[in-house]
């Protein structure tokens, strides 16, 4: 294992289709530089509009060391704050979700609007200027009912682009007129890129997903039908034939459905909609629709599933009757948390329409397989015995492609900040 002295050139020295070098999942150092670089500077995914369904709904949280605070205003508008009171720096709200009129800070009663403006602050004097001492805002964009924040004063612009892509895709399943059905927060005993690299591939799938790999096929996650053996073969290119069939047939019904990648960007991002196993509705252990409410306009369940992944902490799925949501949020060098949302129509009844047990299984099954591979995967790179491994070019271009923007993103800080050693 390298020693580790200069981050920089171990940057610059990053060889392609290899795994990173240890310092990069374990040292608290990189990890405050990950914090600092992506998600204090880029656009991460941290909720869902329906979290906030009516004026007054305010839901908190946690990146790294900076708590956010998301509330809904009166004007129908999500609007995002620093969690800190500009008194004498208290938490202003400390429970995951609430209802709240004004931002109240319960230690010594200074008052925001849902704008952040401060309107009430007793005892300062007359000479005390309000209007110095807002809250500090954090920039917020919805995309079709997704919300993303950024920490940065001025965050990355091609956010108009992703947005601009996604939208056409994201809008049929009407995510605004969704609920909140169940949330899991999972805590993964590995690094966060180890959390993202699992996700961008299935090599893994057919060894440690039973219950996934029913109603999604391996072949829709980076595998390439060359170099594989004969039966693979065969299957993969079946699944090629379903994929164009299908995507003909969703196309012409308005539904796009065709792959678009742009995983180099700095908002880097792909999608691309997926036929289901057997039956084919959703994301279920006999792959029928979990909901019988589907959402939106939808009549017809056999839509596939559409899969969007950003780069920088989330993967989505979203079906003809519910959707899933997953965001990777950054506890420590070592520990990950990792939150599943799972959303239906507002109008499905729970125990009527859908049971918790048949919508959440699959994932809550693969959500902890994979913690458990991760937790392997960060004691190994942890040894002294590491070295890097390549990356397979036929299942795994997609963890390539996420190491690449990961480093990507570290080259250009230090490409126009003072390079200097982050540990002596």
Not at 56 to 66: F, N, Q, S
Request: net charge negative.
């Amino acid at each position: 294992m390298r020693d580790i002295t200069d981050i920089p050139k171990m940057v610059e020295d990053r060889e392609a289709y290899k795994t990173l070098e240890a310092p990069f999942y374990t040292d608290a150092d990189i990890f405050k530089l990950d914090l600092d670089v992506i998600f204090k500077k880029q656009w991460i995914f941290v909720a869902v509009e329906p979290e906030l369904p009516e004026p007054g709904d305010c839901i908190t949280v946690e990146v790294g060391d900076t708590s956010v605070l998301l509330l809904r205003g009166d004007d129908d508008e999500v609007r995002g704050f620093h969690n800190v009171c500009r008194h004498r720096g208290a938490k202003l709200i400390d429970e995951a979700s609430t209802t709240i009129g004004n931002i109240v800070c319960r230690y010594h009663g200074w008052t925001y609007s849902e704008d952040g403006e401060l309107i009430l602050a007793d005892h300062m004097g007359s000479e005390f200027d309000r209007t110095c001492h807002g809250l500090r805002s954090v920039h917020v964009r919805s995309i079709a009912g997704l919300l993303f924040i950024c920490l940065a004063k001025d965050p990355p612009q091609d956010i108009e682009k992703f947005a601009e892509v996604m939208t056409p895709y994201l809008a049929p399943h009407d995510i605004a007129n969704c609920k909140v059905a169940h949330v899991s927060d999972l805590v993964e005993e590995g690094n966060w890129k180890l959390a993202m690299e699992n996700n961008r591939e299935c090599y893994h799938c057919a060894g440690n997903h039973p219950q996934l790999t029913v109603p999604l096929s391996e072949f829709g996650f980076g595998f390439s039908p060359d170099e594989m053996d004969e039966r693979r073969s065969e299957e993969a290119n079946k699944y090629v034939e379903d994929i164009e069939e299908n995507h003909a047939r969703w196309e012409a019904s308005g539904l796009p459905s065709a792959e678009q990648e742009f995983l180099s960007d700095i908002s880097g991002f792909r999608t691309m909609r997926l036929p289901l196993m057997w039956e084919g509705e959703s994301h279920t252990v006999d792959t029928k629709i979990a909901s019988k409410k589907l959402l939106g306009d939808f009549t017809d369940p056999k839509l596939g599933g559409l899969s969007f992944w950003t780069s920088a902490n989330s993967w989505h799925h979203l079906m003809s009757d519910h959707i899933v949501t997953f965001s990777v949020l950054p506890l420590s060098s070592d520990r990950t948390l990792v939150r599943t949302t799972w959303l239906v129509n507002k109008d499905a009844m729970e125990g009527e329409d859908y049971t918790l047990d048949n919508l959440t299984q699959v994932w809550k099954y693969t959500n902890q397989q994979d913690a458990d591979l991760v937790r392997i995967a960060q004691l190994g790179v942890a040894q002294s015995g590491y070295q890097q491994g390549p990356y397979s070019k036929f299942t795994e271009p997609h963890v390539e492609s996420f190491a690449a923007w990961y480093i990507a993103r570290l080259a250009d800080h230090f490409a126009t900040s003072k390079p200097k050693a982050t540990k002596a």
